[in-house]
């Protein structure tokens, strides 16, 4: 059997036989992809309003990111770190490009879970302290310390008890933040928008007390940014806010789908950080960063961050301006947006997916609308389209 034959019905038996039913799957089967569409096995178009989970910023077969890549992938695919690298080299000057000030020192993973893992044990390393404050609400990834950083009791009973001491305070309450960061506090984690939460962005006030308390009391703050990161009209969501952390961290979209991690440390931060302390056999390795090179470049020379901020604006008024007695609020930033329902989200998704529109939950009442940058206005017309007929 090659992989021309497999139909829908094919591949979705092969799946539920061979994989863990760890996932909700949907019935189709999505086979390739072109620009702003995705297409399914049996050759049906839809438009992508979710880019796997935000990371497709620019797409599907971008030529300019695929020719990138096979060049690559022609030279040197595979590279440990404790090796130069050319284009590892070169992914490092473009994030000096666009990193909060301070923020020069690197640590490149494969994943946005275990970028915020590297987060954490920085933290710990740089004050000698153990306990972390996260908000409710706050999704932060998979594994056993990101896991004890996310709120969610759905992703962390199974697992309990975990071992990294971890306060949870409720979102956006400068108050409580406060209370709860002391003298024994290695770091406060936070989202500068909370995406699996339902798309809430954290005030600026909220942001800038987080730094404050945080500087005070000989704690660090760490941006997780790994959904917020280049999709909200600039590199990275905190800087509203004038905001700079200790340390960021940062995966989906770097890469446009390709795995990577990121985590960005100060000076001070990443001095701590002693030999052998941390590494990663795949992380950083040359076909990853000249994949998150040829994203950057194609963000910056594209001018996508406007086009984000713009189109984004735009989706929220209309969608907002429909009126519909479904839609509770529109919030979101650039091209992450959350509609909020007053009924569970799941039959719009279905609506959606049978007008060829995939889109994605954020909790069991928010519509979640992660698109790739490259959206243009037929984009935009389509999607209000069938968000109109499905929220009648």
Same mark, same amino acid.
């Given at each position: 059997?090659?992989?021309?034959?497999?139909?829908?019905?094919?591949?979705?038996?092969?799946?539920?036989?061979?994989?863990?039913p760890l996932y909700?799957?949907?019935?189709?089967?999505?086979?390739?992809?072109?620009?702003?569409? @995705?297409?399914?096995?049996?050759?049906?178009?839809?438009?992508?309003?979710?880019?796997?989970?935000?990371?497709?910023?620019?797409?599907?077969?971008?030529?300019?990111?695929?020719?990138?890549?096979?060049?690559?992938?022609?030279?040197?695919?595979?590279?440990?770190?404790?090796?130069?690298?050319?284009?590892?080299?070169?992914?490092?000057?473009?994030?000096? +490009?666009?990193? %909060? %000030?301070?923020?020069?020192?690197?640590?490149?993973?494969?994943?946005?879970?275990?970028?915020?893992?590297? =987060?954490?044990?920085?933290?710990?390393? #740089?004050?000698?302290?153990?306990?972390?404050?996260?908000?409710?609400?706050?999704?932060?990834?998979?594994?056993?310390?990101?896991?004890?950083?996310?709120?969610?009791?759905?992703?962390?009973?199974?697992?309990?008890?975990?071992?990294? =001491?971890?306060?949870?305070?409720?979102?956006?309450? #400068?108050?409580?933040?406060?209370?709860?960061?002391?003298?024994?506090?290695?770091?406060?984690?936070?989202?500068?928008?909370? !995406?699996?939460?339902?798309?809430?962005?954290?005030?600026?006030?909220?942001?800038?007390?987080?730094?404050?308390?945080?500087?005070?009391?000989?704690?660090? /703050?760490?941006?997780?940014?790994?959904?917020?990161?280049?999709r909200t009209g600039?590199?990275?969501?905190?800087?509203?806010?004038?905001?700079? %952390?200790?340390?960021?961290?940062?995966?989906?979209?770097?890469?446009?789908?390709?795995?990577?991690?990121l985590t960005l440390?100060?000076?001070?931060?990443?001095?701590?950080?002693?030999?052998?302390?941390? !590494?990663?056999?795949?992380?950083?390795?040359?076909?990853?960063?000249?994949?998150?090179?040829?994203?950057?470049?194609?963000?910056?020379?594209?001018? @996508?961050?406007?086009?984000?901020?713009?189109?984004?604006?735009?989706?929220? +008024?209309?969608?907002?301006?429909?009126?519909?007695?479904?839609?509770?609020?529109?919030?979101?930033?650039?091209?992450?947006?959350?509609?909020?329902?007053?009924?569970?989200?799941?039959?719009? /998704?279905?609506?959606?997916?049978?007008?060829?529109? @995939?889109?994605?939950?954020?909790?069991?009442?928010?519509?979640?609308?992660?698109?790739? @940058?490259?959206?243009?206005?037929?984009?935009?017309?389509?999607?209000?389209?069938?968000?109109?007929?499905?929220?009648?």
């Open positions: 059997m090659t992989i021309a034959t497999l139909d829908t019905a094919t591949i979705g038996q092969i799946e539920r036989d061979g994989q863990l909700a799957k949907r019935d189709i089967a999505l086979v390739r992809g072109e620009g702003a569409y @995705l297409f399914d096995a049996d050759g049906r178009r839809y438009l992508d309003a979710m880019s796997n989970y935000g990371v497709a910023v620019l797409g599907h077969a971008d030529p300019d990111y695929v020719a990138a890549l096979a060049d690559q992938l022609a030279t040197l695919t595979t590279g440990h770190q404790s090796f130069g690298n050319d284009a590892r080299a070169a992914l490092l000057l473009a994030l000096r +490009e666009i990193a %909060p %000030p301070g923020l020069a020192r690197a640590f490149l993973s494969n994943s946005g879970a275990e970028a915020v893992e590297a =987060a954490l044990k920085f933290a710990r390393l #740089a004050t000698g302290r153990a306990k972390v404050v996260a908000l409710r609400r706050a999704y932060h990834g998979r594994t056993l310390g990101a896991l004890a950083a996310t709120a969610d009791p759905k992703y962390r009973a199974p697992f309990e008890p975990l071992g990294l =001491a971890v306060t949870h305070v409720p979102f956006d309450d #400068a108050d409580a933040l406060t209370a709860a960061v002391d003298g024994e506090t290695a770091a406060v984690i936070l989202e500068p928008i909370q !995406g699996e939460a339902g798309v809430h962005p954290a005030s600026d006030a909220f942001l800038r007390s987080a730094r404050e308390v945080t500087s005070a009391r000989g704690a660090l /703050l760490i941006a997780d940014e790994i959904q917020t990161g280049f600039a590199p990275f969501a905190i800087g509203r806010a004038g905001v700079t %952390p200790d340390i960021l961290c940062t995966a989906k979209a770097l890469a446009n789908g390709f795995p990577i991690g440390t100060s000076e001070a931060v990443g001095g701590s950080v002693p030999p052998g302390a941390h !590494g990663s056999t795949f992380g950083g390795n040359p076909l990853a960063c000249r994949a998150a090179l040829a994203t950057l470049t194609a963000l910056r020379e594209r001018d @996508l961050y406007a086009r984000a901020a713009a189109l984004g604006a735009e989706i929220v +008024e209309r969608v907002s301006a429909l009126g519909r007695p479904k839609v509770r609020q529109v919030r979101g930033r650039g091209l992450m947006i959350g509609i909020e329902l007053k009924e569970r989200v799941t039959p719009t /998704l279905r609506g959606l997916q049978e007008r060829g529109v @995939l889109a994605l939950p954020a909790g069991n009442l928010t519509l979640r609308l992660l698109p790739p @940058l490259i959206w243009e206005q037929a984009q935009v017309d389509e999607l209000l389209a069938a968000l109109g007929d499905v929220l009648s």
